[in-house]
């Protein structure tokens, strides 16, 4: 079992940084595939970013492509999505996931464990 609990988020104007954190339980974290998805009102979960369990892969949305940088520390047990260049079309609830093999994946159902999210808005 891994339990996931999300940090980091507010609100921040356009053009402003955000970094998320991504606190997991569970001594298995490190061999995990990890990602980060988001949901804005009125729409359907979406990827957003996802981690191989060593952190040596990765692989992003191309909407957020060359702004979001995901991240691992695995002696720490925890994921970061670092977020630059904030725009108004980024604001959602964002989420934490993990998968139960080590490699990265951008598909909703390939993920176990789901934290509760932390709210990001951008504002213009």
């Known amino acids: 079992q891994v339990q996931l609990v999300e940090s980091g988020g507010g609100l921040v104007q356009a053009g402003d940084s955000l970094r998320l954190s991504c606190a997991a339980s569970?001594?298995?974290?490190?061999?995990?595939?990890m990602g980060w998805f988001r949901q804005a009102p009125g729409k359907e979960r979406e990827f957003v970013a996802t981690?191989?369990?060593?952190?040596?892969?990765?692989y992003y949305a191309d909407s957020v492509k060359d702004r979001f940088t995901i991240s691992r520390d695995n002696a720490k047990n925890t994921v970061f999505l670092q977020m630059n260049s904030l725009k108004p079309e980024d604001t959602a609830v964002y989420y934490c996931?993990?998968?139960?093999?080590?490699?990265?994946?951008?598909?909703?159902?390939?993920?176990?464990?789901w934290g509760q999210g932390t709210q990001v808005t951008v504002s213009s």
């Open positions: 981690i191989s369990w060593s952190g040596g892969s990765t």
């Open positions: 569970g001594r298995t974290f490190s061999r995990y595939g």
């Open positions: 996931a993990a998968r139960t093999v080590p490699h990265r994946s951008g598909v909703t159902s390939e993920y176990a464990y």
